[in-house]
């Protein structure tokens, strides 16, 4: 501390325009590193390009400059600097380990992950950059001595700044035309790594999607949904919303390793290509409950209208039930019986922290009883393989494929053992998916049974240096929204539904769109909101 306190006393007084200077340039040199090594690759650092990419420095740091000149003030500035600095140097550590991009989804999931799954991200390189490019500078900003001069004189030298930024931003615009038109039309993926800037702008981009144009109102789906009475056994369907599953890693799919030994066994309906519909959790789950399409979708339409879950519930024919190893439902069953099996409490199935996806399964028959004169819908979210820590996503008795990555820093891992460990939790959910299908086999005289499982998402394992989920969906490779999906039917089922076609249609595109839709139909719900179209059991 007296080291720090003489280094400080060293500085003379700084103007407010010199303090956010050099925060500026700090945050240009040092938490743009993920931003240069990509552009650098678009254009190579040689002579025709020598100008361009210095006046993309000076475009950058002028424009951090501007930004922050206009939000600064004696009240302002020097809490605003400090939390660009530790926000930008988490940002900074994520694009350059993991290569996403944080835009407002990315947003969205990080504020909807829970504490456990925070955990799982945290390493001795993530906090090395917190302190080096977060805590010491924002440390120095907060002891720095700021002249305060009237405002008179603040006013005019932060107009001065700000013409000062305005000229150089058109200049290199304008000079650099033609390289700048190619940069905004061709390489649009570039700017999403440009820090703070990007994130700053995402931040806005979530709150205005989010809370802007007043409440939200719920407006109320399918309420002329009924069921019509038959003398058909009730119908007993577990859905279970997989984690990270990514299609080209299942043997169903041809994967060269045997990651479904057990559902290989079973007879069962696979989706070779089945998408989802985003690529991360926040968007995927409430989107595939959703009754509007992935081209449709947003996350306030979403919440501002009933999903498939509430039409089942307006039947009053369907009795519903979530249960939830995952983060939560994202919305999507605030409506109904909910119950979080993310702890001991409620999870007998948990080691060293971990609970298991199989303790969702106990209590279930209870359920079932209090509920026997109704159809029954319950839905199990996985953790599944949950990253980047797979290799805690499953008992150590399915550690069939070794050497595994064993740290959630996978830059530090081969790309066999991310995918060993990856794979091992898929073996996994194999393990559980056989084990749902055997639970609901004890029922299968008296109910028509059916487990439909289908991923969030999918999962980058470094391919092109790529790892983890989140990037933009016309961005992200295929591996991140090809998705594991497929059914199973119990013998009952088989004799009132048009299994046969379901089966011939198995290899056709599908979605998460399908979902919806493909409930209501299994459930015989008819309503207005029914698209018959859309429900894979009668896809044409």
């Not at 407002?104 to 080096?132: G, H, P, V």
Request: charged share 20%.
């Amino acid at each position: 501390m007296n080291i720090q306190g003489s280094v400080i006393k060293s500085f003379k007084a700084l103007t407010q325009t010199q303090l956010i200077i050099f925060v500026s340039l700090f945050l240009v040199l040092f938490d743009n590193v993920a931003f240069f090594q990509n552009l650098v690759k678009v254009y190579p650092p040689n002579w025709d390009n020598a100008g361009f990419l210095l006046s993309i420095v000076l475009l950058l740091l002028f424009l951090t400059i501007l930004l922050l000149t206009m939000v600064s003030s004696k009240w302002t500035t020097k809490p605003i600097l400090i939390l660009i600095l530790l926000v930008s140097s988490m940002t900074n550590y994520f694009m350059n380990t993991y290569h996403v991009i944080i835009d407002d989804e990315m947003i969205r999931n990080t504020l909807q992950t829970n504490l456990a799954e925070s955990a799982d991200l945290l390493s001795l390189k993530q906090l090395l950059y917190l302190l080096f490019l977060g805590i010491l500078p924002a440390y120095l900003v907060y002891r720095a001595p700021v002249v305060y001069r009237p405002i008179k004189s603040e006013l005019l030298s932060k107009l001065k700044m700000i013409l000062l930024s305005l000229a150089v931003i058109v200049a290199s615009l304008f000079i650099y035309s033609k390289h700048y038109t190619s940069f905004f039309r061709e390489h649009k993926p570039l700017r999403f790594t440009i820090n703070p800037l990007y994130w700053i702008y995402a931040t806005g981009k979530y709150v205005v999607l989010t809370y802007n144009n007043g409440p939200i109102i719920l407006k109320p789906m399918g309420e002329d949904a009924t069921i019509a009475s038959t003398s058909q056994p009730h119908k007993l369907v577990i859905m279970v919303v997989g984690e990270a599953a990514r299609a080209d890693h299942f043997s169903l799919n041809g994967y060269k390793r045997e990651t479904n030994p057990k559902l290989k066994q079973e007879d069962i309906v696979n989706f070779s290509h089945f998408y989802s519909c985003g690529t991360s959790t926040a968007v995927s789950v409430p989107c595939m409950f959703s009754l509007l399409d992935r081209a449709d979708y947003s996350y306030k339409k979403g919440l501002s209208q009933e999903n498939v879950i509430d039409v089942l519930k307006h039947t009053g024919k369907v009795a519903l039930l979530w249960r939830d190893n995952n983060s939560d439902s994202k919305g999507v069953a605030l409506r109904i019986p909910h119950e979080d099996f993310r702890t001991p409490k409620q999870n007998k199935i948990c080691i060293e922290g971990e609970c298991r996806d199989i303790g969702m399964l106990q209590g279930l028959e209870r359920f079932i009883t209090e509920h026997k004169d109704k159809d029954i819908l319950i839905v199990l979210h996985q953790m599944g393989n949950h990253g980047p820590a797979y290799y805690k996503r499953y008992p150590k008795s399915f550690e069939k494929f070794t050497p595994v990555c064993k740290t959630n820093q996978l830059e530090a891992c081969s790309r066999e053992e991310i995918a060993n460990a990856y794979d091992n939790a898929l073996l996994y959910t194999d393990d559980f998916l056989s084990r749902v299908i055997a639970f609901l086999k004890q029922y299968d005289t008296d109910y028509q049974t059916a487990m439909l499982y289908i991923a969030d998402h999918g999962e980058s394992l470094g391919e092109k240096g790529l790892y983890l989920h989140g990037l933009p969906y016309f961005m992200a490779p295929d591996a991140q929204k090809h998705v594991g999906a497929l059914m199973w039917f119990g013998s009952q089922s088989k004799r009132y539904l048009p299994i046969a076609k379901l089966r011939q249609n198995a290899d056709k595109h599908f979605s998460q769109d399908n979902l919806s839709h493909t409930l209501l139909g299994l459930f015989g719900v008819q309503s207005k909101v029914y698209e018959k179209r859309k429900d894979m059991l009668l896809s044409p």
